[in-house]
Structure formats: C-alpha cells, structure tokens
C-alpha cells in the first residue's frame, strides 16, 4: 500500500468518526434547509478500488441525509404554520344526533261552569226526568209557548244553557244569546214578574220548573222587544200578558221562534209523529200541545197520538 492510500483511509476513517460522535444542535434554523447530497469530495473515485467498505456504505450515508432533510421539513412547516400536502387526513365520522322530543303541554284545566241561581242543576244536554208531569200550565191561556218549552226541553235539553246558545250571570241579571243569534238582557225583577205572570203548577219536579220559568221570562223578554201583538212594548208586564192571551193567531211556531229557533222548525203533517222520535208541538184553535214520543201532552198528563192541527217538528 503506497503512503498516499495510507494517508486517505486515515482521513476517512476520522471523517466517519467525526459523523458517529458529533452533537446535534439544540436550535434549528426556521429556513429551508439545502442539504448538498453529494459525498465529499476525499470520498470520491480516487480510492474507491483500494478501501474496504466505502463504496458499501455511500447510500447509507445518502438514505441518512435524506432523512435529515425531511425532519428539517417537516419542522420548518410546523414552525411556520403550514399544513402538509401529502399527509392523509384522518376521517371523522360525526357522532349521532339525538333527536329530542318535546313534552307534550299539561292539557289546561276545564273552566269552572258559572254558577246560575235562578237555574237547576241540569246541564249538558240532560233532558227533563219526566217531561209529562214535571209542571203543567196553569188558568192562563199560554198554551203556545208551555208546548215549545216542553218540546225544546226533549229536543236540546232541559236547562235554558242548553236550549240557547249562552246564558251569563251578569250584574242584576242575565245576558242571553238564542241560536238565531238574538241578544237581550233579563233583569232579576223582571224574572219575578214573569214567574208570577206564568202562573205554572208545580207537579213532581222543581227543578224542571224553575228552568221553565226562566225560558218564559225570556219568551216575554223577546216579546217585549219585538212588541208582541201591537202592545207588548209597554212594558214587561205588558209582555207577559201578551202570551197568556193565546198566541198564533196567524201561523204555528210562534213560541218557538221566540226561543230563537227558526232554523230548526220544520213544517209536517200531523200522520209524521207516528215517527217516535220526532218531537215537535201542533197547534189547534183551541190549544196547542208538545208531541213527544209519538203522544200529546195535556195538562201534565200523556195523552194519545195528534190527530189534526197545524204541526211543526224541530229538527
């Protein structure tokens, strides 16, 4: 081996030396890092043909500096807040909505029913107990509007509640409103002169005529404010004398409509209450009756079927 190959395996040797045992630095340079890959130059082909491992361990070397180079990269792009291109992004599967049913609203509580003195208890559409003998009429002749109270009584129920479309307590009376939208106000006297005026015998049920008494006033309320027969404009009493004189002198039905319900009268022959459940009135020049059940209601008492008259039916 000549002095110069001696001398050149010795430089190599420190330089792989040097490579083992030197000290990383502790800052590294935010710039981009050149990295020369070429070997130095005391490693080129001038002693590759003499020197054991040499020529083996080129890559290697080349493989390590690439390394370096994309750690320095790779820190440089943290250090300057730049994401990486060739990274894969991890895939994030969102979680589950969970969907939230509300709570029903707590029903509100149903309205305490006002209460009605002058009224029974009935309410509801609940019909009389006994639509026959409950009261009867008395020595007046208000045969007319007693056959429309008893017949509204079977058809909507026997409380005035139920036969008009609203009755209100209101200061010193009542504010009612009929089916065919008529309004009035009935003052508390005024019930106690029609109570009085009707003149009704009480039979099995007070109850029954306490609710009669008040669809009277009512009737001669209406009377009054349409001046029944040319004179009931007067006054109240006048009103009330005005139906216990007979009434439809013209047509039937003239008890019913001032209970406001024109729009469930219907005209029929007499031979149509053979149907049980039609109820309905027929009137007679010499008195008027409620057909309930197929049957006559005459003086508190069942009488048989109708047999000739004008007759209106509700429906």
Request: aromatic residues 6%.
């Amino acid at each position: 081996m000549s002095c110069s190959e001696i001398n050149n395996a010795g430089k190599l040797g420190n330089y792989y030396q040097h490579l083992e045992t030197c000290t990383p630095r502790r800052s590294v340079p935010v710039e981009q890092v050149s990295v020369d890959r070429q070997p130095p130059s005391s490693l080129g082909n001038k002693g590759q043909g003499s020197v054991g491992n040499t020529v083996s361990d080129a890559p290697v070397l080349a493989k390590l500096l690439e390394l370096f180079t994309q750690f320095f990269t790779q820190l440089q792009s943290l250090l300057t807040g730049k994401e990486q291109t060739n990274i894969v992004p991890t895939r994030v599967t969102p979680a589950p909505q969970t969907t939230v049913v509300p709570k029903p609203d707590a029903p509100l509580p149903a309205p305490t029913p006002q209460r009605l003195p002058d009224l029974s208890d009935k309410r509801n559409g609940a019909k009389p107990d006994n639509i026959w003998n409950g009261f009867r009429q008395g020595p007046d002749g208000n045969c007319v509007t007693i056959s429309a109270i008893k017949a509204a009584m079977m058809k909507f129920g026997q409380s005035p509640t139920d036969i008009f479309r609203s009755v209100q307590a209101v200061g010193d009376g009542y504010h009612v409103v009929m089916r065919d939208g008529f309004r009035l106000d009935l003052k508390k006297h005024e019930l106690a002169t029609a109570i009085r005026g009707s003149k009704f015998v009480l039979m099995r049920d007070p109850g029954m005529l306490k609710d009669a008494h008040f669809l009277f006033a009512v009737s001669a309320k209406r009377a009054q404010m349409e001046n029944n027969d040319g004179r009931a404009a007067r006054s109240f009493d006048a009103a009330v004398h005005s139906l216990n004189d007979g009434e439809d002198e013209r047509v039937a039905g003239e008890g019913f409509l001032r209970l406001g319900l024109r729009s469930h009268m219907k005209k029929v022959s007499v031979s149509a209450f053979q149907d049980k459940s039609l109820i309905g009135m027929v009137n007679r020049s010499a008195h008027s009756v409620a057909v309930v059940d197929g049957c006559e209601e005459f003086y508190g008492r069942k009488g048989g079927p109708p047999r000739f008259g004008d007759a209106i039916a509700l429906v």
